[in-house]
């Protein structure tokens, strides 16, 4: 992002910069946990070489495709977010960018997204429109349960299967267990991140998995975490992975429960750098696969 800031004239980073934050561009860590589990489909899906185009159509497709969906976000939440300490400097909230803009920036965004989605084959470009399904309901689902974070992991997740099917061209097992393995995955580390809201949602009436867990957050997430991780270890034998593998998940073992183990669930700032760990799980678990 500073590489792009610096070949980019200041005026006109300037004018983009509501739509960088409203697309969430200036918060990659959002890009990178769409990406790996499309990263970890595609690389249990691979035998012999790397399909390098696949793989970078799968990074453009996350980028793109995050950015529309916190796009529809806040234009669902826009009033809520007013009321919410961290929420309130976006854009739709604070008024630097009209809803109308914002619905044209998400259909821009939407459209280019779709460009991308063809490139693939036809199970994989079926398997990505309906992904549009629980993107939709998403933003709606705090209003209406405590585990909005169950139907982020069911979204957010989901490129599981479309890097599989892109490389195969069709379902597996594998797959399928990737998949729940990073809804797991999500429900632990967004769990934590809706701790850093706790109060305000509590004044507003949303809900959370944060406030249905309260004391129990921590053994919640350490419960999450660990049947990520089998699922994960299921998934390297059902593909006769090897001793790198499981290092990887080893490694990766290790941050997630330093993550549940000592995040401090009353401290917003705590809540977010511990979140933040997940992008190095994301990568230390692809390097794994990779290496197998």
């Not at 998400?106 to 997204?113: D, K, R, V, Y």
């Not at 999500?186 to 867990?213: C, E, F, N, P, R």
């Not at 089998?230 to 290092?247: C, E, K």
């Amino acid at each position: 992002l500073d590489y792009v800031k610096k070949m980019i004239p200041a005026n006109v980073i300037e004018k983009m910069r509501p739509y960088i934050e409203l697309g969430r561009f200036d918060k990659p860590i959002g890009i990178w946990l769409l990406l790996f589990p499309a990263w970890w489909g595609a690389a249990f899906a691979e035998n012999v070489f790397i399909d390098i185009w696949i793989f970078f159509l799968l990074l453009a497709g996350a980028a793109v495709m995050r950015a529309a969906g916190c796009t529809y976000n806040d234009i669902v939440d826009r009033n809520l977010d007013k009321e919410v300490a961290r929420t309130q400097t976006r854009p739709l909230a604070n008024g630097s960018i009209s809803l109308p803009r914002a619905i044209l920036f998400m259909t821009l965004l939407l459209l280019i997204g779709l460009v991308v989605l063809l490139q693939f084959n036809r199970l994989t470009i079926f398997i990505g429109a309906l992904s549009l399904i629980p993107v939709a309901l998403y933003p709606f689902m705090k209003r209406i349960t405590y585990w909005p974070q169950a139907f982020l992991g069911l979204t957010f997740n989901w490129g599981a299967l479309v890097g599989y099917t892109a490389i195969t061209g069709s379902l597996a097992l594998t797959p399928l267990v990737v998949y729940i393995a990073g809804f797991f995955w999500t429900l632990g580390y967004d769990t934590v991140y809706a701790h850093q809201d706790k109060k305000d949602d509590q004044l507003i009436g949303i809900k959370s998995s944060a406030l249905k867990l309260g004391n129990n957050t921590r053994l919640a997430v350490f419960i999450f975490y660990a049947v990520m991780v089998g699922l994960l270890a299921f998934a390297g034998s059902l593909n006769a992975f090897g001793t790198t593998y499981f290092v990887s998940l080893l490694a990766a073992t290790a941050i997630l429960f330093y993550q549940a183990g000592f995040v401090d669930l009353d401290n917003p700032a705590s809540c977010l750098e511990m979140f933040k760990l997940n992008q190095w799980v994301g990568l230390i678990l692809f390097l794994g696969i990779l290496s197998a």
